[in-house]
């Protein structure tokens, strides 16, 4: 009989007014997507949609198959709302204009 190492992981997600943070224990073994499922994240967040949005470890883009360490936070990212570009271009426009 093999007695596995478990670790705890979290899974953070953010909605535009709250973010959740599911801590959870998995085998040694476990790759990202599979803590994502085992969390129920999904169930709590339909809109998650884990084929068109990225995820990462502590900011840093990862692939769902990444094989987890103890203590790493997953994130997953829902797509920007703005071009960050745009919006910059936007923010110094309206600041040159209050300067006039």
Known sequence: ?????????????ATEKYVEIISVK???????????????IMQLYPEINIKIRNVGI???????DTQLIEGDRIEIYRPLKADP????????????????
Do not use: D, F, L, P
């Open 26 to 40: 998995v085998s040694r073994e476990t790759s990202v997507m599979e803590a994502i499922h085992q969390s129920g």
């Open 1 to 13: 009989m093999v007695i596995q190492k478990m670790i705890n992981v979290e899974i953070a997600y």
């Open 58 to 64: 502590y900011s840093k883009i990862c692939s769902e």
């Open 85 to 100: 570009k745009e919006a910059r271009r936007n923010r110094a426009t309206r600041q040159k204009n209050q300067k006039m």
